[in-house]
T-cell receptor, first 112, second 114 residues
């Protein structure tokens, strides 16, 4: 079974902190994605990566950055956390030519 | 106009009912259609996918695509309390080289009552 693992289920951080969310997949997938999910707004793409060291902005990249140093790991960084970044964060991966996205269990981040 | 429209519900039905969940999309270039199920406090998981007009069945689930109307549906027969979840439609271009992004509906929250 494909496994996408996010480092934390729940996180509470203070405003202004630098926050790292880690995602690891074990199926050698080329593409990896970071989404946030909010009630009434659905899934919104923050960043995605189709290869090591490659990244592309999604629909809402402001306030975020990403890092992909190894194929299996994709990190989301909140440079200076703000309360409007309180959300559920979901990581996903896909094979190059396949469409099925495999999701991690999500990280519920609260910024206080 | 949003690229994908999906009524968020909530939808509440009695056990055993037939459930119909729907999405409309605006770009006729989209050719790959998926339904995901998301249980509370979990990530979405793929239920079904199709790239052709018509019906595709998998057990109690049927995915229907009408490309002429740009309308996709998911039917659940003999619904069970375990089907209570949020159902998200997702669409994309057929060829991965064109665009690797999935376009997501907002999701419809379904509750099946015993």
């Amino acid at each position: 079974d494909v496994k996408v693992t996010q480092s934390s289920r729940y996180l509470v951080k203070r405003t202004g902190e630098k926050v790292f969310l880690e995602c690891v997949q074990d199926m050698d997938h080329e593409n990896m994605f970071w989404y946030r999910q909010d009630p009434g707004l659905g899934l919104r793409l923050i960043y995605f990566s189709y290869d090591v060291k490659m990244k592309e902005k999604g629909d809402i990249p402001e306030g975020y950055s990403v890092s992909r140093e190894k194929k299996e790991r994709f990190s989301l960084i909140l440079e200076s956390a703000s309360t409007n970044q309180t959300s559920m964060y979901l990581c996903a991966s896909t094979v190059q030519t396949n469409t099925e996205a495999f999701f991690g269990q999500g990280t519920r981040l609260t910024v206080v | 106009q949003k690229e994908v429209e999906q009524d968020p519900g909530p939808l509440s039905v009695p056990e055993g009912a037939i459930v119909s969940l729907n999405c409309t999309y605006s770009n006729s270039a989209f050719q790959y259609f998926m339904w995901y199920r998301q249980y509370s406090r979990k990530g979405p998981e793929l239920l079904m996918y199709t790239y052709s007009s018509g019906n595709k069945e998998d057990g109690r689930f049927t995915a229907q695509v009408d490309k002429s109307s740009k309308y996709i549906s998911l039917f659940i027969r003999d619904s069970q309390p375990s089907d209570s979840a949020t159902y998200l439609c997702a669409i994309r271009f057929l060829n991965a080289g064109n665009n690797r992004k999935l376009i997501w509906g907002l999701g419809t929250s379904l509750a099946v009552n015993p």
